[in-house]
């Protein structure tokens, strides 16, 4: 069964430091999700992508978050300088086409601390 | 703005029992309401998806119910097992330009042998 991939699974960094998480949605997904979930919380929308273009990205912190997903297909979340904040789990989910009756498809997420 | 609780924050059962996740959310402008479950450390899997025009929905032993007009929705677990341990997440897709799910903060449930 095809999956949403992840890398990587865990990261440790130091506060001010520069890191990067990859994304592999399942094949011909058109929509990508990028959801920020801190301990004992839900996961929250940071933002979302049709194709290659950002379709909500409202709560992404821009001042040190960048998102791209260049060619529609697989997609890079990058935090510079990291904070201390920034430690929670960084899920990925993909969608076949728009929201609707489909379930969006999530993967293992990878788990950022910053010390 | 959409808001979604979940109660309780946590539940401890034994096994055997019958059980009850309540989930409710602010604006009924919903799309579809989805459970899902999380197993510590990892991802999320879907568990049911109601349409708001749908009232329940049924997979084995959960059953989920929607009542769109008051803003709730329950999940029912039958004959907990101790695989079933684990944090069950209540989600509402919203209108956004292409679909927002919004999410309540989690059950976690453990069932004890």
């Known amino acids: 069964e095809a999956e949403v991939a992840q890398s990587p699974r865990y990261k440790i960094t130091e506060k001010s430091q520069a890191v990067a998480f990859w994304c592999d949605p399942i094949s011909g997904h058109a929509t990508l999700y990028w959801y920020r979930q801190i301990l004992g919380q839900g996961p929250e929308l940071l933002v979302q992508f049709q194709d290659e273009s950002v379709v909500d990205d409202s709560q992404l912190p821009k001042d040190r978050f960048s998102a791209e997903r260049l060619k529609g297909v697989d997609s890079t979340l990058k935090i510079q300088p990291a904070e201390l904040g920034d430690s929670a789990m960084y899920l990925c989910a993909s969608l076949p086409g728009w929201g609707g009756a489909d379930t969006q498809y999530f993967g293992p997420g990878t788990r950022l601390t910053v010390l | 703005k959409q808001e979604v609780t979940q109660i309780p924050a946590a539940l401890s059962v034994p096994e055997g029992e019958n059980l009850v996740l309540n989930c409710s959310f602010t604006?009924?402008?919903?799309?579809?309401l989805q459970w899902f479950r999380q197993d510590p450390g990892k991802g999320l899997t879907s568990l049911l998806l109601?349409?708001?025009?749908?009232r329940e929905q049924t997979s084995g032993r959960l059953n989920a119910s929607l009542d769109k007009s008051s803003g709730r929705s329950t999940l029912y677990i039958a004959a907990s097992q101790p695989g079933d341990s684990a944090t069950y997440l209540c989600?509402?897709?919203?209108?956004?330009?292409?679909?927002?799910?919004?999410f309540g903060q989690g059950t976690e449930l453990s069932v004890k042998p």
């Open positions: 109601i349409q708001s025009s749908q």
């Open positions: 604006d009924s402008a919903i799309y579809n």
């Open positions: 989600a509402v897709l919203i209108y956004n330009q292409g679909g927002k799910l919004i």
